[in-house]
């Protein structure tokens, strides 16, 4: 089972919105609502702020939206701030009950 | 508040087996998914598998052959074992709650880093 594809890199200005794609196929994202974005800073572990493609845990920001089109998922960060500044990963529940990641986007706030 | 808490020794010889420890602390319910995941340095995340507190496991296709999850449930503990590791093992290795479908995982242990070396 191939990964998900992430752009490796995103930048973007305090205050502006970005975007980070993430594309799967039909086995993956295409048939399921079970894409979840991680945001992980450096020397740290892994932190759901996305789930079920657009739901958020508790305690994240409403900054942070996620969207679904087809077999590609995206996460939309409005408002960007320097501590938005970190890696992020998609994941998506695969047909053959798996879990499969996206290879990460590393998002720098100019 | 769950916390998760990785052990295990930082250095593994080569052919050997990698077995690692999830503590489990401020549980009460027994209806939770239990994963472990990797991240060689500088890369990204990977999925190894899971057990249900009832005892059901799934693995991660590429790593099943070499990856046993068990638990032990009156230590609220669930181990890890990878055996016949090489370099392509080493990684940090996290423990998390939850499911890998509707939910997500979470929260994640602080990881534990594994070398594969002689």
Excluded at chain 1, 79 to 97: K, V
Excluded at chain 2, 105 to 118: A, D, I
Aim: charged share 15%.
């Amino acid at each position: 089972q191939s990964a998900l594809t992430q752009p490796a890199s995103v930048s973007g200005s305090p205050g502006q919105s970005i975007t980070i794609s993430c594309t799967g196929t039909s086995s993956d994202v295409g048939i399921y609502s079970y894409v979840c974005w991680y945001q992980q800073h450096p020397g740290k572990a892994p932190k759901l702020i996305i789930f079920d493609v657009t739901s958020r845990p508790s305690g994240i920001s409403n900054r942070f939206s996620g969207s679904k089109s087809g077999n590609t998922a995206s996460l939309t960060i409005s408002g960007l701030q320097a501590e938005d500044e970190a890696d992020y990963y998609c994941s998506s529940y695969t047909r053959s009950s798996t879990l499969i990641f996206g290879g990460g986007t590393k998002l720098t706030v100019l | 508040q769950v916390q998760l808490q990785e052990s295990g020794p930082g250095l593994v010889k080569p052919a050997e087996t990698l077995s690692l420890t999830c503590t489990v602390s401020g549980e009460s319910s027994t209806d939770y998914y239990y994963n472990w995941f990797r991240q060689p340095p500088g890369r990204g995340l990977e999925w190894i598998g899971y057990i249900f507190y009832s005892g059901s496991t799934n693995y991660n296709p590429s790593l099943k052959s070499r990856v046993s999850i068990s638990r032990e449930t009156s230590k609220w503990q669930f181990s890890l074992k990878v055996t016949s590791v090489t370099a392509a093992d080493t990684a940090m290795y996290y423990c998390a709650r939850g499911s890998i479908a509707a939910g997500g995982v979470q929260p994640w242990g602080q990881g534990t880093l594994v070398t594969v070396s002689s």
